[in-house]
């Protein structure tokens, strides 16, 4: 059975700080990971990864992917209290929709 | 920037009752899902479409379930004979191909009493 698992589920931090957040998979034929921020409804894009040591990057945020290991990490640089908000992990096989992983609850105080 | 519009926004049905669930994907996207987020809980897979029919369900999408894409703009999700445990934030999205991202709608909010 296909499972994503993140951690943290919650990490409080200050205004400024870097976090990093972390999602293990295993999957039978991956094929991308994506990364989406959840704050009051729906789930919004951030990254989609599929190779290996590729970092992508927007902003103050960061991903990366190892495909050996199974796993991807977010990053996010000089946070700010809207970053707030549940970070959603997701996997996708080759021949299966998405699955998400239960997500980290990210709360930033100023 | 376009987006996936999902009505109505919150509803409130009694147990037993039929409702259905209306999306409008974003125009040149080919891909369709609904997923479902249960209070506190992960976002759950319900079902895909792709070229006018089901790709893809997950357990959760038994025989009380249906989907439809009458008019080549609305896709539908139609849940006959609502349950208690039925009650959740349903969320549409859409892609435009396997390796692109969905776009979410911002979900209708189903409470059953």
């Known amino acids: 059975e296909d499972k994503v698992v993140q951690s943290p589920l919650s990490l409080v931090v200050h205004e400024g700080d870097t976090v990093t957040l972390n999602c293990s998979y295993e999957?039978?034929?991956?094929?991308?990971l994506l990364w989406y921020k959840q704050e009051k409804k729906a789930p919004t894009f951030l990254f989609m990864l599929?190779?290996?040591?590729i970092e992508k990057k927007s902003g103050r945020l960061s991903s990366i992917l190892d495909k050996k290991e199974l796993f991807s990490i977010l990053n996010i640089t000089a946070t700010q209290t809207g970053d707030s908000a549940v970070y959603l992990c997701?996997?996708?096989?080759?021949?299966?929709?998405?699955?998400f992983g239960a997500g980290t609850r990210l709360t930033v105080k100023p | 920037e376009p987006e996936v519009t999902q009505t109505p926004s919150h509803q409130v049905t009694q147990m037993g009752q039929e409702v259905i669930l209306r999306c409008v994907p974003i125009?040149?996207?080919?891909?369709f899902y609904w997923y479902r987020q249960i209070l506190g809980q992960k976002v759950e897979f319900l079902v895909s479409?792709?070229?006018?029919?089901?790709?893809?369900k997950s357990e959760i999408f038994d025989d009380q379930f249906s989907v439809e894409r009458p008019d080549g703009s609305n896709f539908t999700l139609k849940i006959r004979s609502t349950k208690l445990e039925d009650s959740a934030m349903y969320f549409c999205?859409?892609?435009?191909?396997?390796?692109?991202?969905?776009?979410f709608g911002s979900g209708t909010r189903l409470t059953v009493v």
């Open positions: 997701a996997v996708r096989p080759f021949n299966n929709d998405m699955r």
């Open positions: 999957v039978t034929n991956f094929r991308s």
């Open positions: 599929t190779s290996s040591g």
């Open positions: 125009s040149n996207h080919l891909y």
């Open positions: 479409f792709y070229n006018n029919e089901i790709s893809e």
């Open positions: 999205a859409s892609c435009r191909g396997l390796n692109y991202g969905y776009t």
